[in-house]
């Protein structure tokens, strides 16, 4: 029998997607039955009270979570959010209900023994329900009591090898692609990049220093599938610098239809045979490539390396073998001032252990926006409000036409005054002596 | 309930204390056929919808087979991923950026034994737990935030419309039919803490009032400066009342300037603004971050206002579809939802997808809005 009548949410259990709905009611039981006979150190019937609260905003069309909570663990800034309902009385089981960010492994590859460990945690400590994962990429556990913190912090360090994520003004928990793990376009191993400065990172991570959050996300290609150029504040991306690899016999056989297209993915409706001309090069954004009816050719010169061609043949085109990333910087979300993607910074930067490089466009980075950032202001923003030529000065990074879709369309040219010959000074004697008053 | 310690001290913090350990290392988690050909992969093909084959360059191969989930996920129900991943996956598995889960196997009989086993799997409402899609051109699953599950800013649920939006979807996650991948990304609020602004499909919640201002606690829970400098439009002003007959420091918020963004909020409680009349979902379409073909664009609001209509958005739901039904029978291969807008132009956009076009859809932000205004004579009647 459940715990509170929550007929606008049953109606969600239908449907083919998962239901949630199904999902929690399930944990509900689970903790009902406790076939584990666990001693459970949160309320028992917290998914009961979820489903309620939850509800309630179905009814209210409104959140019923209040403002704010600042807990956490000995130490650290970040990690833990403080959460509590706003109706504690009706909603006892979720009246504190602090959710927990773990940091996931780079790719988010797991093996069942260690989620299983995870998850024997969180059943004895905490609501039984979790996000896998949050928009950052952490694993979220959603919902504990401010005296199991520490308790849980303690468990994960010391059963599961395993750290908090990060949250507030800290660099944030770094999130990645597959990357050359399992996939042919990776461009660099965005897996170890991402673990090494996550780990190089561990204090920007856990203590807050910094105006606002900052993201770190490594996509393996142009692709984009981690979306870093929409998501961070420093996006890595791979990409190459020699020519694109052309297998001329594996282009015959996808003529041929001996491959599929995109390696069968428009596969599910008749689009006609594969027509190399007008699916590729016909689409190909720079016109760079040709097709005589027997051998595909690319003047490399002119490629941008948008990935459709590898991505239509995958078997017979490949990227190049002098592979590393660019790093474009401040991607953001709306608020404050508008959403931003990030802008190119460095065009190509060589990806490899120990990467000193990378780190020292991250760490300039940082020492400029933690000396001018205002509070609560995305690295994105500084560099509207201060220029990005600041940007590349702080970085020691020389203008170059990469930098710009189109040079400035206005006239308003701030100078350095040792541009200038003579400095800004005038000679105003002699301005007068030539030009009477 | 007896409180069972973990081992810590609360009279001795830093005894023992582990920190800064960051993440496990990844290289633990690899499958074996993963681990062996790190860097070594020559080709891929998707067998049919939401089974990759990967082969390597040493002739190995891996079939992942690509399932749905609700990202709120119980640990039964990761428990029981656990079980398929042992009983077919040597206790491998993983997730993607879309909340998706992937099971890796050796053969393709592995593969077809695993579906088979994925789609017999239910919930006792129906739903799919292991629905098995999300390859090529298809709608993925949908990347989204807390809503009212967690959050204390939203101006929409995230769980509840995804869960309508993906049931309308569902025959497109299932298949590759489309002329392009579709990506779907839900924020309850402006925040958009999974960045929706760059989506095939965004869907954001917002809200049309002004804050509430309790003066009556304002000064004793918020610093009034920062409650001021938060507002991007300068329509919050320090200011002076009478509450009970006692002066008391406090805002004062001009509603002609307010465009409802939360930001004061964050900064101070006692200017809550969600409201039952006032909170909804605008749709944005024709975003993406790929950059193949095209350039990476943002999403552009194609719809300004959708009230929420718990427990199934019905009307979210049926503007959705259409927009992805006009855009599946029209655009060309390859061609994302926004290059499609573009080609036709925006004007034809809304008339094919029969969308009223406001005014609220003409951009008055800042200096960038200028450059979303027609300086030409070029355009459809």
């Not at chain 1, 009706?90 to 504190?96: D, I, S």
């Not at chain 1, 420093?234 to 003529?255: L, M, P």
């Amino acid at each position: 029998m459940a715990k509170h009548q929550t007929p606008l949410l049953d109606q969600l259990e239908t449907g083919p997607w998962p239901s949630f709905v199904s999902d929690i009611k399930q944990e509900a039981a689970h903790r009902a039955a406790n076939p584990d006979g666990l001693d459970y150190q949160v309320p028992v019937d917290c998914p009961d009270d979820l489903l309620g609260v939850l509800e309630l905003s179905f009814k209210d069309k409104e959140t019923h979570w209040k403002h704010g909570g600042i807990v956490g663990v000995f130490g650290y800034g970040g990690g833990v959010i403080g959460r509590y309902c706003d109706q504690p009385e009706m909603f006892p089981g979720v009246a504190h209900f602090h959710t927990v960010r773990l940091a996931q492994p780079s790719g988010k590859y797991y093996t069942s023994e260690y989620l299983r460990g995870v998850m024997d945690i969180w059943d004895l400590r905490g609501s039984g329900l979790t996000n896998m994962h949050g928009s950052t990429g952490d694993i979220v556990l959603l919902g504990t009591t401010t005296p199991q913190l520490e308790e849980i912090f303690y468990d994960v360090t010391h059963k599961m090898n395993t750290d908090l994520g990060g949250s507030g003004g800290n660099l944030r928990t770094p999130a990645d692609c597959l990357g050359q793990s399992r996939c042919e376009f990776a461009c660099y191993d965005t897996q170890d990049l991402c673990h090494t400065l996550t780990n190089d990172y561990q204090d920007e991570l856990h203590r807050p220093a910094f105006p606002y959050k900052f993201k770190f996300k490594f996509d393996g290609c142009p692709n984009g599938c981690v979306a870093s150029i929409a998501r961070s504040d420093f996006s890595v991306i791979g990409t190459w610098k020699d020519d694109i690899r052309i297998d001329q016999d594996r282009v015959k056989a996808y003529v041929a239809g001996e491959f599929k297209p995109g390696g069968g993915s428009h596969s599910g409706r008749d689009w006609g045979k594969f027509d190399i001309v007008k699916e590729v090069v016909d689409r190909c954004p720079t016109g760079c490539m040709s097709y005589d009816g027997a051998k595909l050719a690319i003047d490399n010169s002119n490629c941008t390396r948008c990935m459709h061609c590898i991505n239509t043949m995958p078997a017979a085109v490949k990227i190049g073998t002098e592979t590393g990333a660019s790093i474009l910087v401040g991607a953001k979300a709306p608020i404050l001032d508008g959403a931003q993607m990030s802008s190119l910074l460095v065009p190509f930067v060589v990806v490899e252990q120990p990467y000193d490089e990378i780190k020292e466009v991250i760490e300039n980075i940082w020492d400029w926006w933690m000396e001018e950032g205002k509070n609560r202001e995305r690295v994105g923003e500084t560099m509207k409000r201060l220029s990005f030529q600041k940007l590349l000065e702080v970085t020691n990074t020389k203008a170059m036409p990469q930098h710009v879709v189109e040079p400035r369309s206005n006239p308003y040219i701030f100078f350095k005054e040792e541009e200038v010959p003579g400095g800004f000074a005038h000679d105003e004697k002699a301005y007068r002596q030539r030009h009477m008053r | 309930m007896a409180f069972i310690s973990s081992g810590y001290n609360p009279d001795k913090p830093m005894e023992g204390r582990i920190t800064d350990i960051g993440p496990r290392n990844f290289e633990e988690f690899y499958p074996p056929v993963i681990k062996k050909n790190k860097g070594q992969w020559d080709y891929h093909e998707i067998v049919k919808p939401g089974v990759l084959k990967h082969v390597a360059l040493s002739g190995d191969t891996v079939y992942t087979v690509r399932v749905g989930a609700a990202r709120l996920m119980s640990v039964t129900h990761i428990r029981e991923i656990c079980e398929i991943a042992d009983k077919h996956c040597g206790g491998h598995l993983r997730f993607t950026t879309r909340n998706n889960v992937e099971f890796m196997v050796e053969t393709e009989a592995a593969a077809n034994a695993l579906v088979a086993d994925l789609e017999t799997r239910k919930f006792p409402g129906g739903s799919y737990k292991f629905p098995v899609g999300g390859t090529g051109a298809c709608v993925s699953n949908i990347v989204h935030t807390q809503g009212y599950v967690h959050c204390h800013t939203p101006a929409t649920d995230a769980s509840g419309p995804v869960k309508a939006v993906m049931d309308e979807m569902f025959s497109y996650f299932q298949s590759m039919t489309l002329p392009a991948m579709v990506r779907i990304s839900l924020a309850c609020c402006l925040n958009m803490c999974g960045a929706v602004h760059c989506s095939d499909i965004g869907i954001v919640g917002i809200h049309r009032k002004p804050p509430i201002v309790e003066h009556d606690r304002l000064d004793n829970i918020c610093e009034v400066p920062l409650a001021v400098s938060a507002c991007p439009t300068g329509a919050i002003k320090p200011t002076k009342v009478e509450v009970d007959g006692k002066k008391l420091n406090s805002v004062a918020v001009n509603a002609s300037r307010c465009m409802y963004c939360g930001n004061c909020y964050t900064m101070c409680p006692s200017l809550p603004l969600s409201d039952q009349e006032g909170d909804g979902v605008i749709i944005m379409v024709g975003g993406k971050v790929s950059n193949r073909i095209s350039m990476p664009k943002f999403s552009k609001v194609a719809v300004a206002f959708i009230p929420n209509e718990p427990p199934r958005w019905p009307t979210l739901a049926k503007v959705v579809k259409k927009i992805i039904e006009v855009y599946a029978a029209e655009a060309n291969k390859y061609e994302r939802l926004g290059d499609w807008a573009e080609r036709i132009g925006w004007e034809s956009f809304f008339e094919k997808c029969e969308l009223d076009f406001t005014h609220h859809l003409i951009d008055d932000f800042r200096d960038p809005a200028y450059f979303t205004w027609r300086q030409s004579t070029n355009f459809n009647f």
